[in-house]
């Protein structure tokens, strides 16, 4: 049973961001989250009165000591699964991807932590179980090509849990723990289905492996 209800009319209008350099969710992945800055903790105590919604977005440069980055119109948002507090005050939450959304505006607000204006419309298939075409030996070479790039990045990753999980988590998955950069990620995030994803995936792979080949000829 989905932990969100099939409706749009249900989705927040507004809802708390945690903008996050190179970091994504998709739908149906969950990730680990370590809050410790006081506004995110802010964030995250005022979602756990409500709906539990958080909005995973990332900002279009690496923020560095910068407040407000401007951030990517594309997000992801998540709902808190599990929360857990540690002795020193930081929280441990699992935050489960349910649907993208597009940012419309940024809410002038007094909080801490940031808040926007959302519309799910371009992403509503992301509500929708559907069954995929794409089978894993379609991803036989974006495997292989992952596992080197993996490798040489120092990655470690459980190949056979991964094989293990439906289609679609397990290309989300890898786009989400893989070493692209913050605008290959964005594009991946962006990508309207599965099978757009796999070939984006693919292609970004491309430039990595033409790179090695072009360094390993000039030696």
Not at 84 to 102: A, H, P, S
Request: hydrophobic share 40%.
């Amino acid at each position: 049973m989905s932990i969100l209800k099939k409706n749009m009319k249900d989705l927040p209008k507004i809802i708390p961001v945690f903008p996050l350099s190179n970091f994504i969710i998709f739908p149906k992945t969950a990730v680990p989250l370590n809050i410790f800055e006081p506004r995110y903790i802010d964030m995250v105590n005022d979602a756990m009165k409500s709906n539990k919604f958080i909005g995973m977005v990332q900002p279009k440069t690496y923020a560095g000591n910068e407040k407000t980055p401007e951030l990517y119109k594309i997000g992801c948002m998540g709902k808190i699964t599990s929360f857990n507090e540690t002795n020193d005050g930081r929280y441990l939450i699992e935050l489960k991807g349910l649907l993208r959304f597009q940012i419309l505006e940024e809410i002038i607000t007094e909080k801490k932590y940031r808040e926007c204006q959302i519309d799910f419309t371009i992403f509503k298939d992301d509500l929708i179980e559907k069954k995929e075409e794409l089978k894993f030996q379609d991803l036989e070479l974006i495997f292989k090509d992952l596992k080197s790039l993996f490798e040489r990045k120092g990655f470690v990753v459980n190949w056979k849990a991964l094989e293990k999980q439906g289609l679609d988590e397990t290309i989300n998955a890898l786009a989400m723990a893989s070493p692209f950069t913050l605008e290959e990620k964005q594009i991946l995030l962006e990508s309207k289905n599965l099978d757009i994803r796999k070939n984006k995936i693919a292609e970004i792979l491309k430039t990595y492996t033409h790179d090695i080949y072009e360094n390993n000829t000039l030696q």
